[in-house]
């Protein structure tokens, strides 16, 4: 197995009760519970070190590809005159 660091996390009572309640939900420690919402919020950032070498293989898409644009941009109806 990998070896794992360990690390102090401070963190307020209503934040802790309430990831406690989501890990004993999901049957998982409160640690495991935080290991798993970091890999997600890395993999969902691009910055899941384990997925870039997947990321690199596939690359058939760019970062950024399908991009809707600016929140709130729309594309222009189509026969509207500017």
Do not use: I
Not at 55 to 80: I, K, L, Q
């Amino acid at each position: 197995m990998a070896e794992r660091r360990s690390f102090l996390l401070r963190l307020d009572p209503g934040t802790f009760a309430a990831l406690q309640a989501w890990a004993a939900d999901d049957l998982r420690s409160v640690n495991g519970q935080v290991e798993f919402l970091l890999r997600r919020a890395l993999r969902e950032a691009g910055r899941d070190p384990a997925g870039k070498a997947a990321r690199r293989v596939a690359g058939s898409r760019s970062p950024g590809a399908g991009d809707p644009g600016p929140r709130g941009a729309r594309a222009p109806r189509p026969g509207a005159d500017g």
